[in-house]
């Protein structure tokens, strides 16, 4: 018998996938548990450019409409919301991807 997730249990599932995601996309080493220990503003260790911004939105997206069967409006407005949240600062320069 497979042990299906509650709906908070695959919320909270998601925000570590996309974090993890997140920081694949913008080049960085570091995870989500690697990121918590680092506490509140852990957001602002780490940048990436819009590029990447864009291509984690899209990929995130994509994902939120899968794993949640939301329409795309609704994962638009919830990838909006979770950028703002968890979002990595952006660079104004593309080359500038030093962390």
Partial sequence: ???RLSRE???QQAVID??????KIAGHTVTYQDAVAFGDKWFN???MTETQ????YKWGKTY???????YTARAEKEMQWFELQWGLQIQEHEQDNAN
């Fill in 1 to 3: 018998m497979v042990n």
């Fill in 9 to 11: 249990e695959k919320k």
């Fill in 18 to 23: 996309l974090i993890n995601e997140m920081f």
């Fill in 45 to 47: 260790n780490w940048t």
């Fill in 53 to 56: 911004r864009e291509a984690w």
């Fill in 64 to 70: 939120l409409m899968k794993k949640f069967k939301a």
